[in-house]
């Protein structure tokens, strides 16, 4: 590659022409971006892996999803894995499930199709995976993105991140920030835990009370409370403020 790479987070994949080839830089490492056919009006881009030599991901682009490609193409880039081979991934479709941060109820189970692919939704989008590396995320407003992760280093904790990469951008602006909350730590023996430091409520049986509880935000925000309670209102100050600073950036400046 010509060290004078355009950077990908600056492309414009609708100026490509027919047949046209092109290399992009992103942090992590390059993209290989060409036009399908003569004529045609679909883009294949191509992740390379962390080595640089190896292609990790291959993602037929429409042309509604040419604004998207950047952030979705450097998020791939960003989570593949060091290396890729010619076998597809080995991941465990309910931990992708479990795993992904853009799922609004992990309670109502993990809904498995015949083909072995899972599926959930969002506000404004919905996600399918497959076992083959295969994942598709489709908005409810048209745009759809697609790709194949190639090389069985890919894991379910990688695959889950790029569904998740890929539904943040096609989301409602409501579910850009929906918040979790767990459950306390419960009842338990104080040296069942490394680090205890013994505060909590005793009962019978030498057992404490811990109350900690961990909120958290499809956004990627998490942290821990004391209390299931004081973590309730982590969660909603994380709302009110996240969703305060993105009101204020869509306001036009004063004059």
């Given at each position: 590659?010509?060290?004078?790479?355009?950077?990908?987070?600056?492309?414009?994949?609708s100026a490509l022409a027919d047949g046209q080839r092109a290399w992009f830089t992103t942090v992590r490492g390059p993209v290989f971006v060409r036009r399908y056919a003569r004529h045609g009006d679909f883009v294949r881009a191509a992740v390379?892996?962390?080595?640089?030599?190896?292609?990790?991901?291959?993602?037929?682009?429409?042309?509604?999803?040419?604004?998207?490609?950047?952030?979705?193409?450097?998020?791939?880039?960003?989570?593949?894995?060091?290396?890729?081979?010619?076998?597809?991934?080995?991941?465990?479709?309910?931990?992708?499930?479990?795993?992904?941060?853009?799922?609004?109820?992990?309670?109502?189970?993990?809904?498995?199709?015949?083909?072995?692919?899972?599926?959930?939704?969002?506000?404004?989008?919905?996600?399918?995976?497959?076992?083959?590396?295969?994942?598709?995320?489709?908005?409810?407003?048209?745009?759809?993105?697609?790709?194949?992760?190639?090389?069985?280093?890919?894991?379910?904790?990688?695959?889950?991140?790029?569904?998740?990469?890929?539904?943040?951008?096609?989301?409602?602006?409501?579910?850009?920030?929906?918040?979790?909350?767990?459950?306390?730590?419960?009842?338990?023996?104080?040296?069942?835990?490394?680090?205890?430091?013994?505060?909590?409520?005793?009962?019978?049986?030498?057992?404490?009370?811990?109350?900690?509880?961990?909120?958290?935000?499809?956004?990627?925000?998490?942290?821990?409370?004391?209390?299931?309670l004081g973590a309730r209102a982590m969660a909603e100050q994380h709302r009110r403020e996240a969703t305060a600073s993105t009101a204020g950036a869509d306001q036009p400046p004063?004059?």
């Amino acid at each position: 590659m010509s060290p004078d790479v355009a950077p990908l987070d600056t492309a414009d994949l609708s100026a490509l022409a027919d047949g046209q080839r092109a290399w992009f830089t992103t942090v992590r490492g390059p993209v290989f971006v060409r036009r399908y056919a003569r004529h045609g009006d679909f883009v294949r881009a191509a992740v390379r892996s962390g080595n640089g030599q190896d292609r990790a991901a291959l993602l037929p682009l429409h042309p509604d999803a040419y604004p998207l490609a950047p952030a979705w193409l450097a998020a791939i880039a960003e989570t593949a894995p060091e290396t890729a081979d010619h076998r597809n991934p080995f991941a465990s479709m309910t931990s992708v499930r479990l795993l992904a941060r853009m799922t609004p109820d992990k309670r109502n189970g993990i809904p498995r199709l015949s083909d072995g692919s899972v599926g959930w939704s969002m506000p404004g989008a919905t996600a399918r995976v497959w076992p083959d590396g295969r994942i598709q995320l489709r908005s409810t407003t048209g745009p759809v993105l697609a790709c194949r992760l190639e090389g069985s280093p890919w894991d379910h904790f990688q695959m889950a991140t790029v569904a998740d990469s890929g539904l943040r951008l096609l989301c409602a602006p409501e579910a850009q920030h929906m918040t979790r909350t767990g459950e306390p730590s419960g009842w338990h023996r104080p040296y069942d835990r490394p680090g205890n430091t013994m505060a909590g409520r005793e009962r019978n049986g030498g057992q404490i009370y811990d109350g900690s509880t961990t909120s958290s935000c499809t956004c990627g925000w998490s942290t821990t409370s004391p209390s299931q309670l004081g973590a309730r209102a982590m969660a909603e100050q994380h709302r009110r403020e996240a969703t305060a600073s993105t009101a204020g950036a869509d306001q036009p400046p004063h004059p």
